[in-house]
T-cell receptor
Framework: KAGVTQTPRYLIKTRGQQVTLSCSPISGHRSVSWYQQTPGQGLQFLFEYFSETQRNKGNFPGRFSGRQFSNSRSEMNVSTLELGDSALYLC???????????????FGPGTRLTVL | DAKTTQPNSMESNEEEPVHLPCNHSTISGTDYIHWYRQLPSQGPEYVIHGLTSNVNNRMASLAIAEDRKSSTLILHRATLRDAAVYYCILRDGSQGNLIFGKGTKLSVKP
């Protein structure tokens, strides 16, 4: 089974621009979560999607948004980029078991975004 | 959210066992203990999880204290490829996302 794939792997943007990152989950996984990783803040949860609906959202400004398509693929968008948005953006997929306490998340390799 | 405490870093020699501790004194009865690790330049990967009993899989063992206020991830024979940041995470059924702390950076010396 193919793992979680993320595109692009690397991206350079300038302040004020917007960016869209893509994530393809493992086949059969219906839940997709996004995380931001920076040296200062570590790994922080952005949002989670299940069946095209946002189920949970972390503490990020409205410039960060996402969506999920009917095939479970997901995109996240960051508008009006700031220097502080430079980070590794990770996508994770899971089966979304009824007992979420045992649900395993499978991470992609991430997209490294640099904002100049 | 229940929190975990881990040492910032640990060192090990190759082919020796490694015991990575985690304290979670505020754990609730329904919280599962999960471990993930992140190898350099990769996304985190699942290692193991447990509730009360000790657990083993092909990657590691998880030893859980009787009072569940602490746990230890055991790598039986560390290899250079095990050098990573190891995260101990508590999960209950109400949240889908993982809450990462700073983890333990494990260095493995040849």
């Amino acid at each position: 089974k193919a793992g979680v794939t993320q595109t692009p792997r690397y991206l350079i943007k300038t302040r004020g621009q917007q960016v869209t990152l893509s994530c393809s989950p493992i086949s059969g996984h219906r839940s997709v979560s996004w995380y931001q990783q920076t040296p200062g803040q570590g790994l922080q949860f952005l949002f989670e999607y299940f069946s095209e609906t946002q189920r949970n959202k972390g503490n990020f400004p409205g410039r960060f948004s996402g969506r999920q398509f009917s095939n479970s693929r997901s995109e996240m968008n960051v508008s009006t980029l700031e220097l502080g948005d430079s980070a590794l953006y990770l996508c994770a997929s899971s089966l979304q078991l009824r007992d979420r306490s045992t649900d395993t998340q499978y991470f992609g390799p991430g997209t490294r975004l640099t904002v100049l | 959210d229940a929190k975990t405490t881990q040492p910032n870093s640990m060192e090990s020699n190759e082919e020796e066992p490694v015991h990575l501790p985690c304290n979670h004194s505020t754990i609730s009865g329904t919280d599962y203990i999960h471990w993930y690790r992140q190898l350099p330049s990769q996304g985190p990967e699942y290692v193991i999880h447990g509730l009360t009993s000790n657990v083993n899989n092909r990657m590691a063992s998880l030893a859980i204290a009787e009072d569940r206020k602490s746990s230890t991830l055991i790598l039986h024979r560390a290899t250079l490829r095990d050098a990573a940041v190891y995260y101990c995470i508590l999960r209950d059924g109400s949240q889908g996302n993982l809450i990462f702390g700073k983890g333990t950076k494990l260095s493995v010396k040849p």
